[in-house]
């Protein structure tokens, strides 16, 4: 099963995923539907509707799509790797991870495919590494954000954030100019 099929499906259950161990394939699970609903909620948007700044304050659905690519990348490097960000790393992601200015700067004439791409990317990757670990990963302790937390709330965090994400995405998209 790809990530996105739960919703294309109607199937609509957190349940075990084959090839996974149980704990993780049920997060896999919520994780999956989190991100079909993204790219639901911006299915046929053009470039210029990517790029569209709802106030001067504002971040482009373009820019929390990468974002959440983002952020998902940055724990993979934490948790995964065990490191920060390197340079390279760093400047390739910085703009999605902080936004702001600097996202309203660089992130944008880019397709709705492009974002797709990165998010699938990373997100691989993610699913990659889930295969090779065990149950009791999840709850081995990590700190996070200066507090003591473990793999399982990271991971959590990560598709939380995704669908508070996807909240703003789909009112910048009612507020779209017709």
Same mark, same amino acid.
Request: proline share 2%; aromatic share 12%.
């Given at each position: 099963?790809?990530?996105?099929? #739960?919703?294309?499906?109607?199937?609509?259950?957190?349940?075990?995923?084959?090839?996974?161990?149980?704990?993780?394939?049920?997060?896999?699970?919520?994780?999956?539907? *989190?991100?079909?609903?993204?790219?639901? !909620?911006?299915?046929?948007?053009?470039?210029?509707?990517?790029?569209?700044?709802?106030?001067?304050?504002?971040?482009?659905?373009? !820019?929390?799509?990468?974002?959440? &690519? &983002?952020? @998902?990348?940055?724990? #993979?490097?934490?948790?995964?790797?065990?490191?920060?960000?390197?340079?390279?790393?760093?400047?390739?992601?910085? *703009?999605?991870? #902080?936004?702001?200015?600097?996202?309203?700067? #660089?992130? +944008?004439?880019?397709?709705?495919?492009?974002?797709?791409? +990165?998010?699938?990317?990373?997100?691989?990757? %993610?699913?990659?590494?889930?295969?090779?670990?065990?149950?009791?990963?999840?709850?081995?302790? *990590?700190?996070?954000?200066?507090?003591? %937390?473990?793999?399982?709330?990271?991971?959590?965090?990560?598709? @939380?954030?995704?669908?508070?994400?996807?909240?703003?995405?789909?009112?910048?998209?009612?507020?779209?100019?017709?």
């Amino acid at each position: 099963m790809n990530g996105f099929s #739960q919703l294309e499906n109607k199937i609509l259950k957190i349940e075990e995923i084959q090839g996974y161990p149980s704990q993780i394939g049920k997060l896999i699970s919520m994780m999956n539907y *989190a991100r079909s609903t993204t790219i639901e !909620a911006v299915r046929g948007l053009t470039v210029e509707q990517l790029d569209y700044l709802p106030n001067k304050d504002g971040n482009s659905i373009g !820019a929390l799509l990468l974002h959440i &690519a &983002a952020v @998902e990348f940055g724990f #993979q490097t934490e948790l995964f790797d065990k490191r920060k960000p390197n340079q390279q790393e760093s400047k390739e992601w910085g *703009a999605a991870y #902080q936004l702001g200015d600097l996202g309203r700067n #660089q992130i +944008k004439g880019k397709s709705l495919e492009y974002y797709i791409e +990165k998010l699938e990317k990373v997100r691989n990757r %993610s699913l990659e590494e889930f295969r090779n670990r065990k149950d009791e990963w999840l709850y081995e302790e *990590a700190i996070w954000d200066s507090h003591l %937390s473990n793999n399982y709330f990271i991971w959590f965090h990560t598709f @939380e954030d995704e669908i508070n994400h996807r909240g703003q995405i789909r009112i910048i998209r009612k507020m779209l100019p017709n």
